[in-house]
Every structure is written in structure tokens, then in C-alpha cells.
């Protein structure tokens, strides 16, 4: 069964704009942790933010912001003022209890145009 | 540079035949991982060592893979007698084991195709 489902196959906006992502995570564990990573065009997957479970307080980090909620097991991912620059695919992943490794989402592919 | 590094980027390489994959982590990360990224899927885990020890496998690594860290430093990646649908990306990350959950860095990948 899919762990991170990443509904949004690609989200295509205009320089300036917010983009949200949506992420939607399974885990019967009560520790886990949640990732967003960036995949620029380059493929080197660059790592963004990261929250555990214990902590559903959203934060801002620059032009990010995250909302996590564990009522709806989801983490959405903000964009603010979106630049071309912005453009790359964008992974949601979780890692469970004391298990080290990352189970990715599918990515969405965000496009920013100018 | 002191980032994941990983050889070689490209490898293109006929079916049957044998490739090996080379990460070199960040120098003081004493967990290793590898994952392998199809066309449009996110990356999927395959192995990871503590240091000299692998820890675990995924099932998605056949009696074809294998993989080895010796020293606890660089590590390899094998696969013998090649199939098309091992075409993929290898990704490498490493991190520092510590108190909490430490970040995993990825190199830059190992793009396989196989023909």
C-alpha cells in the first residue's frame, strides 16, 4: 500500500503566485517523521523541511510554509510568491518510527512561468 | 566539494552485462542508503548500512544486487547480468546517526540505462 500519496500530478502557475501541495501519509506508527524534498532539473534531490509527529505546530521558513495536520494525515507544503526559479519536482516522504528509511510520494511537477 | 558524491553520473551498458556504482558519503555520515528512481515515481528505498553494516534490504533488491561498504566509508553497488528494467536512477544519501531523526543527503545520482 502507498505510504505518501501526492494527489496533484502538476501544478503549473504564473511567477508571483502561491502554489500549495498536497500530501497525504499512512503510518499506524505514533513516532514518524515528514519530509518535503526538491528535484531541480539537475536531479539532485535537495532537502526543504522536515517535521515529527509530535509536533503539529506550522511554521513559516523563508517563502515555505508547511501545515501539518494529524487529524487528516496530511502536510501541505506552501509556496509563496512562486519564482521560476521554483520550478522542479517536489516529494513528500515520511519515515516511521525507528525505521531510517524515507518512503517517497510520486512528486508533483511544479512549473512556474514568468 | 563536501557533498554525496557518485560514479559515474551516466552508465549506459548492454543487457547481461555487469555494472558497478560507486558513493562516496558525506565524511563524517555513518548511515548509507540506496535507492533506485524510475521515470515519474519518486524514489524507492533499496538498502542502507550503519557504518560497515547493512542493516536492511528491500525486497526490490534481487540475488542480482548487491551492495557493500567496506570500512564503513565509500559504497558499492553491483548488478549482475543486467535487465532492461533495471533502468533507472541510483540514488545514494547519507546521514549522521544521532539523538532524534538527522536528514539524509543525496548525491547527484547514477542514471543506468540498460539496452
Known amino acids: 500500500a502507498q505510504k505518501v500519496t501526492q494527489a496533484q500530478t502538476e501544478i503549473s502557475v504564473v511567477e508571483k503566485e502561491d502554489v500549495t501541495l498536497d500530501c497525504v501519509y499512512e503510518?499506524?506508527?505514533?513516532?514518524?517523521?515528514l519530509f518535503w524534498y526538491k528535484q531541480p532539473p539537475s536531479g539532485e534531490l535537495v532537502f526543504l523541511i522536515r517535521r515529527n509527529s509530535f509536533d503539529e505546530q506550522n511554521e513559516i521558513s523563508g517563502r515555505y510554509s508547511w501545515n501539518f495536520q494529524k487529524s487528516t494525515s496530511s502536510f501541505n507544503f506552501t509556496i509563496t510568491a512562486s519564482q521560476v526559479v521554483d520550478s522542479a519536482v517536489y516529494f513528500c516522504a515520511l519515515s516511521e518510527g525507528n525505521d531510517y528509511k524515507l518512503s517517497f510520494g510520486a512528486g508533483t511537477t511544479v512549473t512556474v512561468r514568468a | 566539494d563536501t557533498g554525496v558524491s557518485q560514479n559515474p553520473r551516466h552508465k549506459i551498458t548492454k543487457r547481461g552485462q555487469n555494472v558497478t556504482f560507486r558513493c562516496d558519503p558525506i565524511s563524517e555520515h555513518n548511515r548509507l542508503y540506496w535507492y533506485r528512481q524510475t521515470l515519474g515515481q519518486g524514489p524507492e528505498f533499496l538498502t542502507y548500512f550503519q557504518n560497515e553494516a547493512q542493516l536492511e534490504k528491500s525486497r526490490l533488491l534481487s540475488d542480482r544486487f548487491s551492495a557493500e561498504r567496506p570500512k564503513g566509508s565509500f559504497s558499492t553497488l553491483e548488478i549482475q547480468r543486467t535487465e532492461q528494467g533495471d533502468s533507472a536512477m541510483y540514488l545514494c544519501a547519507s546521514s549522521l546517526r544521532g539523538l532524534g531523526y538527522n536528514e539524509q543527503f543525496f548525491g547527484p545520482g547514477t542514471r543506468l540505462t540498460v539496452l
Open positions: 503510518t499506524r506508527d505514533t513516532t514518524y517523521y
